[in-house]
């Protein structure tokens, strides 16, 4: 197996251990897409895991997030990027050490905007580390949610473009992002609460989110009204149709959907 085929097995085989939201519609995509949006997703993974990271104090993560920030804006040094994990080797996970590798597996023509996503992102993340995630009001809510979600929308609707032409709404892509990062929130309030941390805003009960949760998944609605190309749509439809799913199971009492849940939703899709 020559190199680039080695790599993209292994952007894949990490894609599967690191996501259970996009790693089944990525699969289903055409070679070129699936290619360039699973490198897109790892890139965008290798931060989150950063600003996620339950042994890095914050400090550690600023440091981390804003060099790779930097890192991605101009030519991408693997051996400094190498550099400034190693430290962290042992407990950083296997996307974020490899990094290089999937702006790597990234096809040339696209691969610039992948790394001003995930170097918005980096940088975004980095400042609400500085702030302690201490979200206020709904206009931080919108400001964290951009940085940690709507930012892939964004970098996917780039992707799209590049692919075959469509266009696609900024301002309703962003609203897909956090339309399924807020059903995240929803279903981890009460393990982000054990940890010591909350991203309702001052005031907010349950009730307040749902209606963030939804208004957000409306704009989704509004964002797949412009894609017409057959990958494309069943890959946006999936985790919106598990998002709003999750969203009912969550109202009526439930922790999360079912695998058997999943599984129908994504043949329904597919086989529509």
């Not at 790693?23 to 699973?38: E, M, Q, S, W």
């Not at 190309?229 to 922790?255: H, N, Q, Y």
Request: include cysteine; glycine fraction near 6%; charged fraction near 30%.
């Amino acid at each position: 197996m020559n190199d680039a085929r080695k790599l993209q097995k292994d952007a894949m085989r990490v894609l599967k251990e690191t996501s259970r939201t996009f790693y089944i519609p990525i699969t289903l995509l055409k070679p070129a897409l699936k290619k360039t949006v699973g490198s897109a997703y790892l890139c965008m993974r290798a931060v989150d895991e950063i600003e996620d990271h339950e042994e890095l104090d914050s400090s550690t993560k600023q440091h981390l997030l804003r060099s790779t920030s930097g890192l991605l804006r101009n030519e991408f040094d693997n051996e400094l990027y190498a550099e400034l994990v190693n430290p962290y080797a042992s407990i950083l996970p296997e996307v974020t050490l490899r990094l290089g590798d999937w702006l790597e597996v990234c096809p040339v023509e696209i691969v610039g905007k992948v790394k001003e996503s995930t170097a918005i992102m980096a940088e975004g993340m980095a400042d609400w580390a500085e702030k302690d995630w201490q979200i206020e009001t709904r206009e931080d809510l919108d400001d964290y949610t951009y940085y940690v979600a709507g930012l892939v929308g964004v970098m996917l609707s780039d992707i799209w473009k590049w692919y075959d032409g469509t266009e696609t709404d900024r301002e309703l892509a962003i609203g897909y992002g956090r339309g399924l990062q807020a059903v995240n929130i929803l279903r981890n309030q009460d393990e982000d609460r054990e940890r010591g941390v909350g991203f309702f805003p001052d005031g907010w009960d349950r009730e307040d989110m749902f209606r963030y949760t939804e208004h957000n998944l409306a704009q989704a609605d509004e964002y797949m009204k412009d894609i017409h190309t057959r990958t494309i749509k069943v890959f946006c439809d999936i985790p919106l149709a598990l998002a709003k799913r999750t969203v009912k199971a969550l109202k009526s009492g439930r922790e999360k959907i079912s695998r058997n849940e999943v599984e129908t939703i994504v043949e329904e899709i597919t086989n529509d």
